[in-house]
């Protein structure tokens, strides 16, 4: 075999060594990104309080994405989570920022749970329409009857002063 042949060889055996090392470190980076992501997630889809942060950060910055910007950590159950790391160019937001987006939150939580609960009580929609039906034929005793059920129910689950 020719020595310019054997050279080539060699040459491209090297650049081949060299690529697979790539791929193998940029795999292992990938595999470390997946990971981390994941437990982002498994700690934001069980715990409501991790969850609530990573939606104040959202609301604050909507680009930012926990496990890839930032982590999320809480060392204890009864430990508040917090921002482990800041991962991204982006400017951290204040913890008076992020008070003030978990506040945002939470108001908007109490609308959804006071309208919950609010239509786990109201009459029926088969009810009230049976109701408004014998009204406009001239009974109006039940239409009464399911208005003030949907009073009563109003006033045990009313809306805050802020929802108002």
Not at 58 to 72: F, K
């Amino acid at each position: 075999m020719d020595k310019g042949v054997i050279n080539i060889v060699i040459v491209v055996l090297i650049v081949v060594c060299i690529w697979i090392y790539i791929l193998w470190k940029n795999s292992r980076k990938m595999n470390e990104s997946i990971m981390l992501i994941a437990q982002q997630h498994e700690l934001t889809r069980h715990d409501e309080r991790a969850r609530t942060l990573c939606r104040a950060l959202h609301i604050l910055n909507p680009q930012l994405t926990a496990g890839v910007d930032y982590t999320i950590r809480h060392d204890s159950s009864e430990q508040a989570p917090y921002i482990a790391e800041w991962l991204t160019a982006v400017a951290r937001p204040g913890e008076e920022e992020i008070k003030a987006a978990i506040r945002e939150i939470s108001d908007v939580h109490h609308d959804h749970k006071y309208a919950a609960l609010r239509r786990a009580e109201y009459p029926s929609v088969e009810t009230q329409l049976d109701a408004a039906y014998q009204a406009r034929q001239g009974n109006n005793a039940r239409q009464q009857e399911v208005d003030e059920e949907i009073r009563a129910v109003k006033e045990k689950y009313p809306k805050t002063d802020e929802c108002a």
